[in-house]
T-cell receptor, first 118, second 114 residues
Framework: AQTVTQSQPEMSVQEAETVTLSCTYDTSESDYYLFWYKQPPSRQMILVIRQEAYKQQNATENRFSVNFQKAAKSFSLKISDSQLGDAAMYFCAYRSAKYGGSQGNLIFGKGTKLSVKP | DSGVTQTPKHLITATGQRVTLRCSPRSGDLSVYWYQQSLDQGLQFLIQYYNGEERAKGNILERFSAQQFPDLHSELNLSSLELGDSALYFC?????????????FGPGTRLTVL
C-alpha cells in the first residue's frame, strides 16, 4: 500500500520569504501522480500544484514550485515570496495511475500547518 | 467556488442515529469521491463512484454506504453513528477519475455526533 509522509507538522515563514514543505512517499508503482493541496481556515481544499511521475521537469505554478525526486520518493513544495494568504494547512497527496482498483482516489499525508508572519 | 455543492454544511446528531450527506458534482463530472477528515485519522478516502457505479472502496465502515444517482449526485449514508464518526466529510468530483484530472472538492459537511 502506498503511504505519504509529511514530517513537519508546523512551519513558519516571514512574509516575502521562501519556505519549503517536505513530503516523502512510498510506492512500488512506477506511474503515479503527486499533488499539493491547500486547506485554509475556511476548510476548502484547493489544489496548488500537481506533478506526473513520468515527467522529469518540476511543476511550477506562479510562486509555487516543486522539487520532485523520483528515486528518493521525495516531493517538496517551495513557496516563494510568501504572502499572508498562504497561511493554511498543506497536504501532500499521491494518486495511482493504474487503471482499476484504487485508481482515482487520493492518499494524503497528515499535513503541515504553515504560518506566515507579517 | 469549486462548483461542487454539499448539503448540509453542518449536522449535529446523537449516537445511534442515521444521517445522509448529499453531494452534487460539477457540471460534466462523472466521478464522485467521498473523503473523511478527522483529527485522529487525517484525510481518508472512503469511496468512489463513476457514472453511477462503484469504482473504488477505501476505509469505509460497514455502517456507511453511498450511491450515485442517474443525475450524478451522490449520497453518503452513515448509520448507527458513534462519537468517533464526528468529522468533516468531503465530496470531490472529477471528469472521469482517470489520469491526472483534477479532483474538485466541495466545502464539506461538518458532522458532530453527541
Amino acid at each position: 500500500a502506498q503511504t505519504v509522509t509529511q514530517s513537519q507538522p508546523e512551519m513558519s515563514v516571514q512574509e516575502a520569504e521562501t519556505v519549503t514543505l517536505s513530503c516523502t512517499y512510498d510506492t512500488s508503482e512506477s506511474d503515479y501522480y503527486l499533488f499539493w493541496y491547500k486547506q485554509p481556515p475556511s476548510r476548502q481544499m484547493i489544489l496548488v500544484i500537481r506533478q506526473e511521475a513520468y515527467k522529469q521537469q518540476n511543476a511550477t505554478e506562479n510562486r509555487f514550485s516543486v522539487n520532485f525526486q523520483k528515486a528518493a520518493k521525495s516531493f517538496s513544495l517551495k513557496i516563494s515570496d510568501s504572502q499572508l494568504g498562504d497561511a493554511a494547512m498543506y497536504f501532500c497527496a499521491y494518486r495511482s495511475a493504474k487503471y482499476g482498483g484504487s485508481q482515482g482516489n487520493l492518499i494524503f499525508g497528515k499535513g503541515t500547518k504553515l504560518s506566515v508572519k507579517p | 467556488d469549486s462548483g461542487v455543492t454539499q448539503t448540509p454544511k453542518h449536522l449535529i446528531t446523537a449516537t445511534g442515529q442515521r444521517v445522509t450527506l448529499r453531494c452534487s458534482p460539477r457540471s460534466g463530472d462523472l466521478s464522485v469521491y467521498w473523503y473523511q477528515q478527522s483529527l485522529d485519522q487525517g484525510l481518508q478516502f472512503l469511496i468512489q463512484y463513476y457514472n453511477g457505479e462503484e469504482r473504488a472502496k477505501g476505509n469505509i465502515l460497514e455502517r456507511f454506504s453511498a450511491q450515485q444517482f442517474p443525475d450524478l449526485h451522490s449520497e453518503l449514508n452513515l448509520s448507527s453513528l458513534e462519537l468517533g464518526d464526528s468529522a468533516l466529510y468531503f465530496c470531490a468530483s472529477s471528469v472521469d477519475g482517470t489520469g491526472i484530472d483534477e479532483q474538485f472538492f466541495g466545502p464539506g459537511t461538518r458532522l458532530t455526533v453527541l
